[in-house]
């Protein structure tokens, strides 16, 4: 199915199933943004104005109905991955010095960074309230292993740049460690809800880290093929920040010997010419680095849709499905 018409019946199938659920959500982050501090009310509407997939909410969402769950808590424990997200992607941009998120200004291009720590704090401490006013164990315990996991992994990644060394096991590591482990966790949450056997729990559990390894890939060759305004970042940001994602990887163990090392020169540099991205990115396409790095996304694509087999066939199934499949076609 071409990738327009698949978001397309995505958006509808989605729309239909939790729709409403999901503008649910909207309001309450907008309503948890809301603060007597001036700064933080400011900073909280361009946040909240920004959008987004909202791709954790809307896994949480249908994962409780898959399991069967229609209460309210997963609204609320929605809101507090959403709030959770926003918070590390604040950070993140924070570390990078990124230009850009969602295709305007970050909140650190905007306000500074002591500003966007500060709010990134805040809405952390928003999100963790919020789960204790829940107050279900397996949920906190759940959120707090994918936390610290992924704290854990930003180190990790911070001390292979300043090595100059990312091997493809190294890189698995820390996109498993630092994007999947919250999309598993938010479609771990949605199952507990749902008071499934175990057998089940941990199939859901395996769907998450499945598709957030396939959208973290995916993401990551986005970043040499995609189109900047449909992106909403600047292509070629992760060469900015020293980044070694797969497509790159992929590259310097394919591409001959001179220009393996012309790239490992330029990537030691404090700072890329343009002219430079833009000749690491014709070499990575030139051998194949991004087509090797989507055949490993659309394999864990398939293994997703696999976990999801010990499941009954249902609307929520194939929507699930149809997401494994979306996150590897996108072209943002």
């Known amino acids: ?59 949480l969402l249908l994962a409780a109905r898959l399991a069967g769950y229609r209460g309210p808590r997963s609204v609320r424990l929605a809101c507090v991955v959403e709030l959770l997200h926003t918070a590390t992607l604040i950070h993140d941009d924070v570390v990078d010095q990124a230009p850009l998120r969602r295709g305007r200004p970050s909140a650190n291009a905007q306000w ?60 698995l590591r820390i996109i498993t460690q ?29 769907y998450g880290l499945d598709v957030g390894v396939a959208f973290q890939i995916s993401d990551d060759s986005l970043d040499f093929i995609a189109d900047q305004d449909r992106l909403g970042k600047a292509i070629g940001s992760d060469l900015r920040e020293g980044k070694l994602t797969l497509p790159l990887i992929a590259m310097l163990d394919r591409a001959p010997q001179w220009d393996a090392e012309r790239v490992r020169g330029l990537l030691k540099r404090r700072a890329l010419a343009p002219a430079e991205i833009e000749d690491i990115r014709r070499l990575v396409l030139k051998h ?27 609307d929520e199934r194939e929507i699930l499905a149809l997401i494994a499949d979306f996150v590897v076609d996108r072209d943002r």
């Open 288 to 314: 194949d680095g991004v087509e090797y790095a989507r055949e490993r996304a659309c394999a864990y694509a398939q293994a997703a849709k696999a976990d999801l087999e010990t499941f009954p066939p249902s």
């Open 178 to 206: 630092k994007t999947a482990s919250f999309i598993s966790a938010c479609c771990r949450i949605g199952a507990l809800l749902g008071g499934i056997p175990a057998a089940q729990v941990e199939a859901l559990t395996r």
């Open 112 to 171: 500074g960074d002591d500003a966007s720590v500060l709010v990134g704090d805040h809405l952390y401490s928003k999100s963790f309230a919020m789960l204790v006013r829940d107050n279900d164990r397996g949920v906190m315990e759940t959120l707090a292993r994918a936390t610290v996991s992924m704290t854990e992994a930003e180190v990790f990644q911070l001390e292979r740049k300043r090595s100059g060394v990312t091997t493809e096991a190294d890189y």
């Open 1 to 59: 199915m071409p990738t327009p018409i698949l978001e397309q019946v995505l958006k509808e199938r989605v729309a239909a199933l939790v729709g409403e659920a999901l503008r649910t959500v909207e309001v309450e982050i907008r309503r948890q943004l809301d603060s007597s501090v001036a700064l933080i009310q400011e900073m909280g509407g361009y946040i909240a104005g920004a959008g987004g997939k909202r791709l954790r909410p809307m896994l």
